[in-house]
């Protein structure tokens, strides 16, 4: 997986893919494998913004069964195990449990309904090689025993809880890459940091786009017989400026915050309900990660961040539904910010918004031929929606295409029958590493990483995440990191718990300066971006 701008500018596509979040990888991946000739471009990162600031959840939507939208739940649970079965090293179960405090019995009842639903549309759970990955059906557990497994709910007026599966991703922004890099062992040409600045348009028809390259500063056109805008909560923006004139699909911007704390449970999940939605205390990575707020955001998208009264505020509605919890400003040891792009529905209520998605055909609405959207829609879902996006441009293009085949091919690092098998041989053969953090990173694609550990150096921990320097070449050299925070927020683990000291920032500098050829000008230039993402915003700015 190699970044090669000069490609684009001198083939031609059969679709060129604006952004490179899980809805254009996903989509990247599914037509590279059906023959056709793909092109994706991303402006900042791959997976840099929505598709890495999330809950970390694959999951069938509980929530969604109050709104009746059956079909929505029983593809998400469908997708659950697909994602299971092609990323094991990524994608695991998790259990969760709904903790009782002075309620009534309606209202355990309504839930265990809810729950017994769930488990018959997820019937398919436990179609699964590797029985580690096989989720159990729910059940109802008395006050002794959710206390047993997670002392923490003990207080006055609990009564116990109700335990169900869902999946957790180890790393979004990792589950992302690698469909890129199957779409990119596929042909497919994907290049970072290269923003599409405006359309081509001829006669009404979209061509492709003019770009310009962060790094170097060129500008060239992509050319291509269909164009795909998946660009998140940017779409309608991006739209509105190709045309020069207000979008007629408008989407509402949701912006969740997430905060990671010192680990509140052992190893269970809570789901707590509240009078105006619920939040998540999940287990990750040794910590507990808490998600997620729900407020419409109508800044512009690059100004979404974490202030210190979204902190406050979260940590108060936590404290007020979950008084075991005493949580303080001083216990939060990192947070970030994603938006979700909801298709908007008129109500202007983003919590009780539909997840759904839509695939817009510009030539239709805004006379634009050759151009689509694909708006809203769910981190769980997103394969099932690149296979009804690249279904379309099929058709649109007439082309003789090979049949879907992502639901069954796996991953390229997902090549994996039993994950605790492989971590078990990987801890003999490997003892001074933390080989289960790095086979969730790479899965069976840990090999490579470590053929570039052959001085010991670059086999010693860079901070306490336990990831290492092989891990920066490869991410330069094979993944296409181009910047420092390429590497510490999204090729590792680094920076994922909060800021992981000046000593590992500069270990990082280092080694990607040597790759680069930066020098030291540019080496502490990439060192004072990185620090942003540890530091809140400015209330008037990430509102």
């Not at 290269?194 to 962060?214: K, S």
């Not at 974490?306 to 007020?320: G, K, R």
């Not at 390229?412 to 990987?426: E, K, M, Q, S, T």
């Amino acid at each position: 997986m190699r970044r090669d701008p000069a490609r684009l500018a001198n083939e031609d596509f059969d679709l060129l893919v604006i952004g490179g979040g899980v809805t254009g990888a996903c989509v990247a991946r599914d037509a590279a494998l059906r023959g056709l000739k793909v092109a994706l471009v991303e402006k900042n990162d791959f997976a840099h913004a929505t598709s890495a600031h999330n809950s970390k959840l694959i999951h069938g939507g509980l929530r969604y069964l109050k709104n009746f939208e059956l079909r929505l739940v029983r593809e998400s649970l469908r997708a659950r195990r697909i994602w299971q079965k092609i990323a094991p090293h990524l994608v695991r179960p998790l259990p969760f449990l709904i903790p009782f405090y002075n309620s009534g019995w309606a209202e355990r009842a309504v839930l265990g309904a809810g729950l017994s639903l769930y488990d018959l549309l997820s019937y398919d759970r436990g179609w699964l090689d590797d029985p580690d990955q096989r989720l159990p059906g729910h059940s109802s557990l008395g006050t002794a025993k959710a206390a047993e497994l997670e002392p923490a709910l003990a207080a006055d007026g609990f009564q116990g809880a109700l335990l169900y599966y869902d999946a957790q991703m180890y790393a979004p922004e990792r589950l992302a890459l690698e469909n890129l890099a199957s779409a990119c062992m596929h042909d497919a040409v994907c290049v970072n940091h290269v923003a599409a600045e405006n359309l081509l348009i001829r006669e009404g028809r979209v061509e492709g786009a003019q770009l310009a390259d962060r790094f170097g500063g060129a500008k060239f056109d992509v050319r291509a017989k269909l164009t795909l805008l998946a660009t998140g909560p940017w779409s309608d923006l991006f739209l509105e400026q190709a045309l020069g004139k207000p979008a007629k699909h408008k989407l509402v911007r949701s912006k969740g915050i997430h905060l990671i704390v010192p680990a509140m449970t052992r190893n269970h999940a809570l789901t707590v309900a509240a009078k105006h939605g619920h939040f998540f205390i999940l287990p990750w990575r040794g910590h507990s990660l808490l998600g997620t707020t729900d407020t419409r955001f109508t800044l512009p998208p690059d100004q979404a961040g974490v202030t210190e009264s979204d902190i406050e505020s979260f940590l108060a509605f936590i404290n007020a539904h979950l008084p075991v919890a005493d949580l303080k400003r001083s216990d939060v040891e990192h947070f970030y910010a994603g938006l979700r792009p909801l298709v908007d529905d008129g109500s202007g209520d983003t919590y009780g918004a539909s997840r759904r998605s839509e695939l817009i055909d510009h030539g239709k609405s805004d006379g634009l031929d050759g151009l689509y959207s694909a708006v809203g829609g769910k981190w769980t879902t997103s394969r099932e929606l690149a296979q009804s996006v690249t279904d379309t441009i099929v058709a649109k293009l007439g082309a003789t295409a090979l049949p879907c085949t992502t639901a069954r091919m796996r991953l390229p690092g997902g090549w994996i029958d039993n994950f605790a098998n492989l971590v078990a041989r990987a801890r003999h053969a490997q003892p001074d590493l933390a080989v289960e953090h790095l086979l969730r990173l790479y899965g069976t694609r840990l090999t490579k990483v470590l053929e570039l550990a052959s001085d010991p150096a670059l086999r010693r921990p860079l901070s306490a995440s336990g990831d290492i320097g092989a891990q920066v070449l490869y991410a330069v050299r094979e993944e296409m990191a181009m910047t420092l925070e390429d590497v510490v927020m999204r090729r590792t683990g680094i920076g994922q718990l909060g800021d992981p000291g000046a000593e590992a920032i500069n270990s990082v500098a280092d080694l990607m300066a040597g790759e680069l050829g930066w020098d030291r000008a540019r080496r502490d230039a990439e060192i004072v971006a990185l620090a942003k993402n540890f530091r809140t915003r400015p209330e008037a700015e990430g509102a």
